[in-house]
């Protein structure tokens, strides 16, 4: 059984950063892409950010130049660094990851929870 958590969420100002993790654990081989979607309330989850295995990287028009997505393999676990933060930054953040649990087995998209980020006017 594989297990994402996320985080690293809060309330903070307009302006101000936060640091989201998501840690993967349990029986993993390997990790394809992880990322990172949000959903507020009232709207569909939309995707924020996703790194792949070569470190390659996408973001959301919206995130771009303030969001930074980051991966530390040996610890299974992704990052969003969240700098000047909008309040339509506002949602539940979710991280995914695409799993395997062996050698030649197929990736499987696990989720996390979610955390709550609220930023503040």
């Known amino acids: 059984q594989v297990q994402l958590v996320e985080s690293g969420g809060g309330l903070v100002q307009v302006g101000g950063s936060l640091r989201l993790s998501c840690a993967a654990s349990?029986?993993?081989?390997?990790?394809?892409?992880m990322g990172w979607y949000r959903q507020a309330p009232g709207k569909e989850r939309e995707l924020v950010a996703v790194i792949r295995s070569g470190d390659t990287t996408n973001y959301a028009d919206s995130v771009k130049g303030r969001f930074t997505i980051s991966r530390d393999n040996a610890k299974n676990t992704a990052y969003l660094q969240m700098n000047s933060l909008k309040p339509e930054d506002t949602a539940v953040y979710f991280c995914?990851?695409?799993?395997?649990?062996?050698?030649?087995?197929?990736?499987?998209?696990?989720w996390g929870q979610g955390t709550q980020v609220s930023v503040s006017s």
């Open positions: 995914n990851a695409a799993v395997r649990t062996y050698y030649t087995g197929p990736y499987y998209i696990r």
């Open positions: 349990g029986s993993i081989f390997g990790i394809n892409e």
